[in-house]
């Protein structure tokens, strides 16, 4: 099989972070019981501020029951792919280079904008970077009928600059 | 004090030299007081000729009222924004339009007075329907003089300008009209017959001498406190004849404002030397006559509003985004502050305001604890290997700043992809606008505004060629020296899995480092300096790049600049303007002062952390007063370990001279 074009390269990445970005804020925003379903299992690291936060699941607790309304407004996002051959986890180990797909890739996502703790539109705008690198979900194609996230987050560190 | 190019968004905020061009045309604000109109403009010069002879106090108020153009034309024709406008204008065959009443919408309450939006609005109304997506009308240039924004536009664009005239724009009639320059220019003549005739050019100088003269009895330097109250009965100013005439008082605040700026040489100096203004028994309805006091002293701390005739929160409105410092404001005796919706509102506005009409609103635990996130602020998380993160970034920003050639030489290869990102509207840290994004603009890869496959191909530079073509092409930077400035990075490091090989021995992928960088950086453009704040994550992966390293990706995201508070770590002892008590864990911090012993100021096995946190201090005050760390820890030691106190006691013993030469470091 040929090696996958650029293009395709650039437009499987970006569509991911796209989507990535464009479905994980407003779910920290509206949808908090769905955080826990963008993280991979295990993950590497989850960062908060500099605190450490253990998984997904973590995550989705101190959303659901910690923090105020919040109000994320993504500004600015860019993405690089990081390893064009990931060892996607299987069954029995991890994907060989040679049995990886197109979609075997690892993305390194940085975001830039603003958030907003609690509801008054008046509260004050604080600045955030946030850097992500996002993984295959090795279960995204199970089984029928039942879509799944295509990436998740392999690591993730947020943290407030503004 | 330089100002910027009149570009959009700036010229509002800084460039206010053009005051004597607002008498152009006719204006009226909300009240009706307080501005000139053009009839009262054009006829001074008939006025005065025919008045001659009239009493001396009328005659003295021409004379002040000339000096004060005079003033103002001296100091605006110096800048930058007038000639840029002006050649901009002719040279490039630009037609300029007034557009007007857009302070009335409701979009004037706006951060940015409601600017951007009306720009997109008139951009998108001057686009004609046929045309294609992307051949949207654009403004090329536009600046704000008083409640006119002035916007230059292709020739071929002027009749589709002129037909908004009446068009509404967030609940507000605009109005546009051709900004005539021969109307200006007649203006301009008597002016300068004036100074030719009558030598009022000396006049000028005279009225600014008095003006510094008034305003340094009117300054005190010890409570950094600038008092213009009671103006109305200031001896000097009535003898300069200030007072009589409504076009004299609108000219006089801000050439005052503006004699006040020429005495700093810097920004720096300007905004550091007041902190408390008092404008109290001024007889003032609303702010416009005192409006460029926002301009000139953004960083307010206290200000004096009393006395004075404010009927309600419309008639400071010019204000609401101004001021983001103040903690101390008092309208006592207006009647704004008998209005039920007064305090909720000024609360509102003002998220550190702590005293209101000399009452407590807001006690400082309280203003803590809003300024707390859910998410407590904690010390950078710092996971290094061997050091490779921390002589990575060191090496990496004195390298990016000197010779990038030799930076990508030595640890970037024909698969590190470098990008970059420009996010335009970022939260500020100060109201000053941020410098225009003109030199990163074109290959910045915001993926929400370039969504077109090839233009985000284009912007993605791999390999080492590519990025030195594009780094070559960017402005020259300066980060702040890591050692000697901790408090302004913040740099987090762990390892990740994952990576690809470069060898390609690995079928499982390799571990390497994940390095992210908050800080900012001076940009240098020929004389101007300007502040950026910039995000650079990268990643680091096993290769053969000096110290056996290389970077996979490379990827920065600009802002303008937001200052580092966001990263000092809650719940260590408030230093008021000091540095973070505890120095970031980033060990760059060690190579701060010559003869630290290893480990100094750094956790290790056994160690207590009070006794990491005491040594970062030493190295903190030795890099801060260049004193040995012996020196320095006496000094802490001695006083609590109180940073402040010894600084401060740090200070008096200089002074005194007392301190040995020993106790010093070695010049560098």
Known sequence: MAPPSEDTLT?????????????????????RSTIGSFYSQPPSMILFNGNAVADGAAVQEIFVNQMSPTHYEVQSFDCQIINRAYPTPTSTGVKLPTETTLKDMSILVIVSGYVRFGESRDLPQRGFSETFVLVPNPTADGPKGKRKREWLIQTQNFRLVV | MKNGKGSRGRSGASDRGGIRKRGATARVDREGDLMMDAGSTRNRGKKARGDSGRSSGAGRTQAANKAMDAIQKAISSNTDSQ???????????????????????????????GLESLIAFLEKKLSSPDSKAGTRARITKSRVEGDALIVSIRPELLDRMLQINGFSFAGAPLTTEKYDRSMSGMLDQPMLSGVAQNGSSSSAAETKAKMTTILGRRYTQQTKLLDLSKLGTDPDLLSMGIFGSTSTESKFFPALMKVWELNFDNA????????????????????????????????????DLSNNDFKDAQSLIGWRWKFRNLEFLDLSNTPFSADP????????????????????????????AQKK??????APYFQDEGQIAENFVRAF????????????????????????????????????????????????????????????????????????????????????????????????????????????????????????????????????????????????????????IRVISDILCLRAYGGHEAWA???????????????????????????????????APGKADTQVQQEQLVLQMSSTTRMTL??????????????????????????????????FLPAV
Not at chain 2, 83 to 112: C, M, P, T, Y
Not at chain 2, 571 to 594: C, D, F, I, Y
Request: proline share 8%; aromatic share 8%; charged share 20%.
């Open chain 2, 341 to 368: 919706t007064f305090k909720d509102t000024m609360l509102k506005w003002y998220p550190k305001l702590r005293f209101l009409n000399n009452v407590e609103v807001r006690t400082a635990e309280e203003l803590a």
């Open chain 2, 397 to 548: 920003f004195a390298g990016y700043d000197n010779d990038r050639s030799d930076l990508l030489s030595g640890v970037y290869d024909n698969h590190s992809t470098f990008t970059l990102n420009v996010n335009t509207s970022a939260p500020r840290a100060q109201q000053t606008e941020p410098a225009p994004w003109d030199p990163y603009i074109k290959k910045s890869r915001n993926l929400l505004k370039i969504s077109h496959l090839p233009a985000r191909m284009s912007r993605t530079y791999t390999g080492v060629e590519k990025i030195r073509d594009l780094w070559t092409s960017l402005p020259a930077t300066r980060h702040p020296d890591i050692a000697a400035h901790p408090e302004e990075w913040l740099i987090e490091c762990y390892p990740i899995p994952g990576l690809p090989d470069a060898s390609g021995q690995s079928t499982t992928g390799v571990g390497g480092l994940l390095i992210m960088v908050h800080g900012k950086f001076d940009e240098i453009n020929g004389t101007k300096v300007e502040t950026r704040s910039f995000d650079r994550t990268f990643i680091l992966g096993p290769g053969g790049g000096m110290g056996g």
């Open chain 2, 569 to 603: 770590p809650e719940g260590l002892p408030a230093v008021p303007q000091a540095a973070p008590p505890v120095a970031p864990q980033a060990a760059p911090q060690t190579v701060a002062v010559p003869g630290a012993p290893e480990g100094y100021g750094m956790p």
């Open chain 1, 11 to 31: 437009k499987v990445s970006t569509d991911a972070a796209c989507e990535f970005v464009q479905s994980f804020y407003p779910a920290l925003e509206n949808n």
């Open chain 2, 268 to 303: 720096t100096a300007r905004r550091e030397a007041v902190e408390s203004v008092s404008l109290a028994h001024n007889q003032l309805a609303n702010i416009t006559a005192v409006t460029t006091l926002a301009q000139t002293i953004p960083d307010l701390k206290n200000l």
């Open chain 2, 630 to 663: 012996q020196y320095s820890e006496m000094a802490l030691s001695g006083n609590g370990w109180n940073m402040e106190a010894a600084l401060k006691n740090f200070g008096e013993l200089k002074a005194q001279g007392t301190l040995p030469p020993e106790a």
């Open chain 2, 83 to 113: 000639a840029n406008i002006r050649q901009g204008g002719r040279g490039s065959g630009l037609e300029q339009v007034i557009v007007r009443g857009w302070k009335q919408s409701k979009a004037a309450s706006n951060r940015d007075g």
């Open chain 2, 373 to 378: 996130t859910p998410i407590p602020v904690q």
